[in-house]
């Protein structure tokens, strides 16, 4: 796994390319490592990503989103409006990084 820290969130990447694994390692890793934190998952490198495979992220999206920070998907060969409103998912890292932005203005606001 590719990790790359920023000031106020953190990049996930698989190198392996296999996204089942990834996202079951996601899930125990998440609540653990990066409790806490805002995560992005960045899903570029896999341009044959289904929908059925972006759903695998779902259960871990929500525990993450649970407790108050952002979890924001970056992938851009899913049609975004197969993709459940639970979940966010942008085509790019300056819009992932933005939604994080939008996340914690708001948080900061009390919504």
């Not at 289904?50 to 779902?58: D, K, M, N, Q, Y």
């Amino acid at each position: 796994m590719k990790i790359s820290n920023h000031k106020n969130f953190v990049v996930l990447e698989d190198e392996m390319d296999d996204v089942k694994k990834f996202a079951s390692f996601l899930e125990f890793q998440i609540t653990k490592k990066y409790k806490g934190q805002n995560v992005i998952i960045n899903l570029l490198n896999n341009n044959q990503l289904s929908l059925t495979g972006l759903l695998l992220f779902l259960n871990v999206s929500n525990l993450h989103r649970s407790t108050k920070h952002s979890f924001v998907l970056i992938n851009d060969t899913i049609n975004p409006d197969d993709i459940p409103s639970e979940m966010i998912v942008v085509p790019t890292l300056q819009e992932a990084e933005d939604i994080i932005e939008m996340e914690e203005i708001e948080r900061e606001l009390g919504f």
